[in-house]
């Protein structure tokens, strides 16, 4: 059973950084693209970083770009978001995700591509 948990979401003021851990069971995560969403109160969920499978490539939503960073360790099977220079229009939930085909090269952002969704972390950016 696969089963994603993320962790390291908190209270930060502006300016401040975090960094959140996506730790993968049942799913080997140097064998699929990783991605982060986030959804605020009120929107819809948006795609923040995808890491590909492979040369661990990453890319980012504009909003987010400079600021953000995704990585992997597979050794311990777990993805990470370091969160810097964060603004209150970040807060969010945030969700880790594993690409629903393994090995797949090419950059998709559409949430629908993604499967073995997360519980969530909130993050909150206080002004």
């Known amino acids: 059973q696969v089963q994603l948990v993320e962790s390291g979401g908190g209270l930060v003021q502006a300016g401040g950084s975090l960094r959140l851990s996506c730790a993968a069971s049942g799913l080997t995560v140097s064998h699929y693209a990783m991605g982060w969403f986030r959804q605020a109160p009120g929107k819809e969920r948006e795609f923040v970083a995808r890491?590909?499978?492979?040369?661990?490539?990453?890319y980012y939503a504009d909003s987010v770009k400079g600021r953000f960073t995704i990585s992997r360790d597979n050794a311990k099977n777990t993805v990470y978001l370091q969160m810097n220079s964060l603004k209150p229009e970040d807060t969010a939930i945030y969700y880790c995700?594993?690409?629903?085909?393994?090995?797949?090269?090419?950059?998709?952002?559409?949430?629908?591509?993604?499967?073995?969704w997360g519980q969530g972390t909130q993050v909150t950016v206080s002004s």
């Open positions: 890491v590909t499978w492979g040369a661990a490539t990453s």
């Open positions: 995700a594993a690409d629903n085909r393994p090995f797949r090269s090419i950059v998709t952002t559409h949430s629908a591509d993604y499967a073995n």
